[in-house]
């Protein structure tokens, strides 16, 4: 498979190779799971790594999914003196793969610009004894980015939005939180995005108020809609793609008013607050 690859790239991760072997309609290899293929590979290669005369070359390269990497024929690539690398955007997470099977599982809806919140947020949970489904660890090259979602989400015990600029613009976002049904969905405000709080903090003042004829209700309704049209207004700039991104917003904030309980379900990603982390998980080992 290695040969047969052309350019620059002569190297594979352990499941890409496990794809590429089980394509072919007639391969011997149809019989085994793709994920028990890629650790046998993964063992093979550990073992070839140690003789003499090898061919192929495996180390230790950061990608997304697995850090378990093989490289192309020494005649090719040469053999080199591979460092051992570690990806300061992405740490390999052993305290959430040492979690077992049956850790309750939480789906981390986000847009990718806010990896870093969610990777601390799926390492805090792993130290709680609670798993996390995040698409960058979860999904595998050639398989289908929607399939993945929709399966983690329909086996998850509840979902978590940390809401940011990028999360309340992501199409992505926006896809998930409709496929919510009857799921537990929890808010998570970083509390250096203070503009985007308050418009949130106003909404929850609005919605316990059950009563339409209620004065208050009116009251609040009419704060939360000035605090968000403020919000709308200032965020973005007047080009033509905030113009997309501030009405992927409008939108989300237009679900959250007709669908979301905010009630309980929105915490500060940090200590010492009222509904900060303690209370998140309070909130999540509860559910």
């Not at 498979?1 to 072997?21: F, M, Q, R, Y």
């Not at 005649?75 to 077992?100: G, H, N, S, T």
């Not at 007709?258 to 929105?266: D, F, H, I, P, Y």
């Not at 940090?270 to 309070?282: H, P, R, W």
């Amino acid at each position: 498979e290695l040969v047969k690859l052309t350019g620059n790239k002569h190297w594979l991760t352990a499941t890409g190779l496990a794809i590429k072997l089980q394509k072919p309609a007639n391969s011997n290899w149809m019989n085994i799971s793709q994920k028990e293929l890629a650790s046998l590979i993964y063992e093979e290669l550990k073992a070839h790594a140690s003789t003499n005369d090898r061919v192929i070359r495996w180390c230790w390269y950061p990608s997304r999914r697995t850090l378990e990497m093989l490289w192309g024929h020494i005649d090719v690539v040469k053999e080199k003196d591979v460092p051992i690398y570690e990806r300061k955007d992405m740490p390999f997470d052993d305290a959430a793969l040492l979690l077992p099977e049956d850790a309750p599982l939480w789906f981390i809806s986000h847009n990718h610009k806010d990896l870093k919140i969610c990777i601390e947020l799926k390492e805090w949970l792993a130290e709680k004894g609670i798993a996390c489904w995040l698409s960058e660890y979860e999904i595998n090259q050639g398989e289908s980015i929607s399939d993945s979602i929709i399966n983690a989400i329909e086996g998850c015990r509840g979902v978590l939005i940390p809401l940011t600029g990028n999360s309340i613009t992501s199409v992505w976002v926006l896809k998930e939180l409709s496929r919510l049904n009857d799921l537990p969905c929890l808010f998570i405000l970083n509390p250096q995005q203070k503009a985007l709080n308050e418009v949130i903090e106003k909404l929850m003042e609005y919605q316990p108020v059950k009563d339409w004829r209620n004065q208050e209700k009116e009251i609040k309704l009419k704060i939360y809609q000035d605090k968000r049209e403020e919000f709308l207004k200032t965020y973005f700039l007047e080009n033509e793609r905030d113009k997309k991104r501030k009405e992927r917003a409008a939108e989300f904030f237009d679900k959250l008013l007709r669908e979301a309980k905010l009630e309980g379900s929105v915490f500060y990603w940090q200590d010492g607050v009222s509904y900060g982390k303690e209370i998140l998980e309070q909130a999540i080992s509860s559910e």
